[in-house]
Nanobody
Framework: VQLVESGGGLVQPGGSLRLSCAAS????????MSWYRQAPGKERELVAQ????????NYADSVKGRFTISRDNAKRTVYLQMNNLKPEDTAVYYC??????WGQGTQVTVSS
């Protein structure tokens, strides 16, 4: 399992970012995928989930209405569109297949 996250950066409150996660080493189209995040001094938390075919999604209450998870099985990539970002969204964001190793994550910093 190899997962490579990208797309993070520094953004002002109210701004947007789109994260990408390129997957390899397993049957991507048959696997549900998730985005997690970990802020300094806090435990890693689940942000969003998507089913293998992309028909079902689930979100943490803190991001509902602002974040959208999607996937492109042909590209073996899962995305996280983040809108109306808040300082409390600052964290390292990881994707995960529910098994195997984690990627290196991508840093998202929301600050003015």
């Amino acid at each position: 399992v190899q997962l490579v996250e990208s797309g993070g950066g520094l953004v002002q409150p109210g701004g947007s970012l789109r994260l990408s996660c390129a997957a390899s080493g397993f049957t991507f189209s048959g696997s549900g995928m998730s985005w997690y995040r970990q802020a300094p001094g806090k435990e890693r938390e689940l942000v969003a989930q998507i089913s293998s075919a992309g028909r079902r999604t689930n979100y943490a209450d803190s991001v509902k209405g602002r974040f959208t998870i999607s996937r492109d099985n042909a590209k073996r990539t899962v995305y996280l569109q983040m809108n109306n970002l808040k300082p409390e969204d600052t964290a390292v964001y990881y994707c995960w297949a529910g098994f195997g190793s984690w990627g290196q994550g991508t840093q998202v910093t929301v600050s003015s």
